[in-house]
């Protein structure tokens, strides 16, 4: 699996970054360029991953994501049809990706408040996002409760 994440040392500077770089741009035209721009930096995702095992249900596009890693450092890989979908995968990934799990857990996705993300996505693709964070969320659970059952072994 190919990452280039983490770009910064922690979850909340990674998040401070973004909130910088995005107030940078003066209105959300030049925003989505940019969050096109990100999606064509992601990763590409190995083709024999791109399968309804790894797909993300919840999202308008086709979504497909991948956990790598344990409790002490999680990769994710993921990929969209979408460039703008992709420009959100390569946010999210840029907070989480390379972290460990209880970074992961302790970490709220702040920037997407900060740059009023929300507000400038279609329900669909809050909801995608959503359920996006959410397999983050549940990826550093499952590690850490696997570390934690290791422990006992």
Known sequence: MTTIFPTEPTAAEAQDAIRDEFAFFG???????YLIDLGRKLPPMDAALKTEEHRLHG????V???ADGDANRLDFNAASDSTIVSGLIYLALRVYSGRSAREILATESRYIADIGLAKHLSPTRNNGLAALLGFVKASAERALADGEAGDDA
Do not use: F
């Not at 999202?59 to 086709?62: A, F, G, N, T, V």
């Open 64 to 66: 497909w994501i991948t």
């Open 27 to 33: 209105d959300w035209a030049e925003r989505y360029q």
């Open 59 to 62: 999202c308008q596009s086709m």
